[in-house]
Structure formats: structure tokens, C-alpha cells
């Protein structure tokens, strides 16, 4: 979005798609940043994209800074960002997929015996594929999605024996 739209006053200025685009980029940074909840996120997300003027544009964005022409140099090129990115977050989307095989490994090896051990395993690996999914580059984010799904259903596994193992005592 051309920022010298944003500073335009006048709400008859038409918003293209680029527009739009540019500010669901914009507002998914600031989200992926923790400015916004996910709730805030989604209301704003929904917002621009109905938007049908650059004004209300500017309304999805308030609050929020955003890279002006004359702030650019304060900003590190995109490629740099995500060179500099990448190997924390591949390793974390490694980290993810490796506790979760473990832990369900563990689980189904023990019959639901060490869901104690298992349990905050799959929850850690769950948590850290979700933040690899969250992850600009494309590989990252397959495998932290493979990551985070493993740990779901390793933690779900998990929350069963935990409740298996409950529904014995409370037999007894």
C-alpha cells in the first residue's frame, strides 16, 4: 500500500486489491509481533478486507506503526529478516517434529503408562511447532505444521491415559 495514501485525509479515494493486500500483510506482522490479540487481528483482518476506501484502511491500522518513506532505512530489508530468521526457526520446527515422535513413541510403547512424562513433552513440542508454522519460509512452516499436529495428537493421547488412569482409581 503506498504510504502516501495512508496520509491522505479524504475518504473517496477508492482501496485496490494491492491495498488490501499490503494491509493484511501489515496487520499479520504486527499480530505475528504480539501487537494484536488474536481476536483484535481477526476483527482487523475482516475490516480491511471489506474495505472499500483507503480511509478505512487506515482505520484497520490505527495504533499501529507502519513503515513510512522516510522511516524506510529504519527498517531491514525483508530478505535480511528472514536470512536472519531462518535458522532459529528450522530449528525449532526440528525440535517440534523429534519430542512429539518421542513422546507418542514413549506413550505407545508404555500403554499410556508414562503419560506423566509424555504429556509435557507433547504439549512443548505442540507449542514449538506452532511458532515454526508461524515462520515465513515455506519448508519451516510444513514441518512445523507436522510438528504441532504430532503434538497434538500426542497430548491428546496423553489427556486420555491421564483420564483412563483416573477412571481406574476412582474404581477402586
Known sequence: MNA???TTHGDSIRASDADRDKALGLLREHWLAGRLALDEYEERCGDAAAARFVDDLRRSLRE???P???HASSYPAPAVAAAVARPA???TAIASVVSATLALLALIGSFGMLFLL???ASTWA???GRRARRSAATDVRVLG???EVL?????VAGCLALSACAVIITAL
Not at 503434538?151 to 497430548?155: P, W
Open 4 to 6: 502516501q495514501l495512508l
Open 64 to 66: 499501529l506503526p507502519f
Open 68 to 70: 513510512l518513506p522516510e
Open 89 to 91: 526457526k528450522l530449528g
Open 118 to 120: 509424555t504429556l509435557p
Open 126 to 128: 505442540w507449542a514449538l
Open 145 to 147: 505444521t507436522v510438528g
Open 151 to 155: 503434538g497434538i495428537i500426542a497430548t
